[in-house]
Each structure stands twice: as C-alpha cells, then as structure tokens.
C-alpha cells in the first residue's frame, strides 16, 4: 500500500503540488537575493542617470536652436527664429529630463 | 619615438578599395569590426541552440538568459504588443554589445596591408550610432502611422493643456521629437568615444615613462594600475550603453504603439 500522506502539509508525491511548493520557496529565495543584487546596483547606476540627463537636456537646446537657425536660413530672419528656437530647445530638453525622470523613478518603484 | 596619439585608434583605414559612380565604397576596418560583430554573435547564437537541449548546456543558457533579458526589457517598456520588435530590439542590443566588446580588445588581427594590428570601436563613430538611432526613429514613425494613422500626430498634441498653449507646447513636443535620435546615438558615441581616450591615454603614459628611462619606468605602476582600473570600467560602460540603447529602443517603440500617452 502506498505511503499515506498528511493533508495539512504538500503532498510530495503530487506533481502539482510539489511544483508549487518549489514555486513557494523559489521566490522567498529570490526575493532576498534580489534585495541584495540591488544594493550593489544603486551606486553603479549614478552616473550613468547623470550622463543621460545631460545629454537629454543638451541636445534639446541643440536641436532647438538648429531648427531655428534653419528657419532663419529659410526665410532670412536672422536673429529671432535662432532666439525662438533656443528658447523652445530649452523647454524641449527640460520636458526631455522631467520624462527621463519619471520613467527612471517608475523603474525604481516597480524594481522594489 | 613611439606613438602614443590617443586619437589614432579612431582611423579609418581601407581594406578593400571600392568605388561605384565616385562614391568611394571601399570596405573599411569599420565595416570589418560591423562584420565581425555580426559573424561573432551569429555563429555563437546558432552554435548554442543547435542542440535545442530541453535542459540547456552552458552555452544554450547564455542563449535563453540573454533571449529572456531582452523580452523582459521590451515587455516592461513597451507592454506584451511590443514584443513583436523584440527581433529589431535583440538584434540591436547584440549588435551593439558585441561591437562595444570587440572595442575592447586592444589589438585585433586586420587584413590591411601595412596595418596589420589594430584596434577599433565601431560605436565610437557617430556616423554609426546615428544610423542606428534613425532606424529606430524610422521604425517608430513609420509603425505609428501605419498603426495609427493621424492619431500618431495626438504625441505633439498632448492632452489636458488649454488651447491657447498649445501655440507653445506643440512646437516643444516637435523639438524633444526630434532631439530624440540625436539624444540615443550622441550618448553612445560620446561614452565610446570618452573612455576609449581616457584608456589610450593613461596607457600611453606607462610608454612615455618607460622610454624615458631609469627610474621612470617604475613610476610608470601607477599610470598601469589606473588602466586596469579603467578597463573594467570600460566594461561595464561598453554593456551599459548597449542597454541604455535597447531599453531606450522600447520605451520610443511604445509611443509608436499607444501615441496618446
């Protein structure tokens, strides 16, 4: 006869049940394993998040001011278009950092 | 004296000469690293599957981790709908990969006459990197509007700001638009560029010293020990910006696929 086993705890000879037992205990090991690997991962990251914030806001300014001075080429209005489009380059690359900011701060939130 | 210029690592050099109707074509040291890339990670991708193990072997599980890597990137950017890049957005990834670690080497065997050693970064060339970052703004372009049709147009028009502001607001839209392709390939070229200088220098430091005879050569440890460092930097830079460009990839893809975010 074969071996009785206790309702209360997995039943170990139950495919299932034994895939979801490891399932359970997988991912509580996991879990701490995470937590750890992202303590090392912070401090790696810094600079790079700085670098890209840069550039997000330089090259709005810069391809706001090439626009401009296209226009300008275009339609022979020296100064303002160049002036314009320096100004909206600046919105650009500040609304190009506030995007980059969020979707880095979504990534952190839902890494946690 | 020997050559310690830290810009010559960056020469393009022909291998093959090539000119159709004036254009010179030639088959550059650039276009053999793209190549060698390219070789290098197909042989490795279909030498690690060819078993299609149902448990993988070593090389199978690179295979699977990178395969699983990328899918999650696309599918945490960009949603389930955006797995249908995931093709272009792995390919991108290992391409990019590859050739950053091919950069790495510091000498490579070249079929050049005169030149027979070399090393080269292909992502160090923003010729380059714009051409990847512009196949990515086409894609994303061309898939919105034949996704979406006008209503791709609503990614310049935002939702929820009065009217009278859209006079404003449209035109920054356009212009963080466009500033995107620039954004992704000047990030790549400058981190490639940057440390690939940085590297060439302090190394030609430890040259410098050790032709200047005597002690010198002993202080030269230091210059070297700033090398080693540097080069794991460089490592973790060649993978990180490989990544940055894929992630950046699906993030760009997605408002080709739900424009009205």
């Known amino acids: 006869m074969i071996m009785m086993s206790n309702r209360d705890e997995p039943d170990r000879s139950n495919p299932e049940d034994r895939l979801a037992d490891f399932e359970k205990r997988l991912s509580a090991r996991l879990e701490i394993r995470n937590a750890e690997d992202r303590k090392y991962d912070r401090p790696k990251q810094g600079w790079a998040i700085g670098l890209r914030y840069g550039t997000e806001f330089m090259v709005g300014v810069l391809v706001g001011a090439a626009i401009g001075f296209l226009i300008d080429r275009i339609f022979n209005t020296l100064p303002f278009g160049l002036l314009i489009g320096t100004f909206l380059g600046f919105g650009a690359g500040t609304i190009n950092v506030v995007r980059a900011a969020k979707e880095l701060s979504e990534r952190a939130s839902r890494d946690k | ?261």
């Not at chain 2, 060819?50 to 899918?71: D, M, T, W």
């Not at chain 2, 890049?85 to 950069?103: D, E, K, R, T």
Request: proline share 6%.
């Open chain 2, 1 to 261: 004296m020997v050559d310690t210029n830290p810009i010559k690592q960056f020469e393009i050099h022909e291998v093959a000469p090539l000119e159709i109707a004036g254009l010179n074509l030639a088959f550059t040291n650039s276009a053999f690293f793209m190549l060698l890339a390219t070789a290098a990670v197909t042989l490795l991708m279909a030498l690690a599957t060819n078993k299609r193990a149902l448990v993988p072997g070593r090389g199978q599980s690179i295979a699977e981790i990178l395969y699983g890597f990328v899918a999650d990137m696309v599918r945490s950017s960009a949603g389930n709908e955006g797995l249908r890049f995931f093709p272009f957005v792995f390919s991108l990834f290992i391409f990019i990969l590859a050739a950053n670690m091919f950069g790495m080497f510091p000498y490579m065997p070249l079929p050049i006459p005169g030149v027979d050693f070399h090393g080269f970064t292909v992502t160090s060339h923003i010729i380059v990197t714009l051409t990847l970052s512009m196949m990515v703004m086409t894609i994303v372009v061309g898939f919105g509007i034949y996704k979406n049709g006008f209503k791709f147009l609503k990614l310049f028009v935002p939702a929820g700001v009065p009217p009278i502001l859209y006079i404003i607001v449209t035109p920054i839209e356009v212009i963080s638009f466009l500033s995107r392709p620039i954004s992704l390939s000047v990030r790549l070229f400058a981190n490639m560029l940057a440390g690939h200088i940085l590297l060439k220098v302090f190394a030609g430091f430890i040259v410098m010293l050790g032709a200047a005879g005597a002690a010198w050569g002993i202080v030269g440890i230091l210059p070297f020990a700033m090398v080693i460092g540097l080069t794991a930097l460089e490592f973790l830079v060649a993978f990180l910006q490989a990544y940055v460009f894929a992630i950046l990839t699906c993030i760009y893809l997605n408002d080709a696929l739900h424009p009205a975010h």
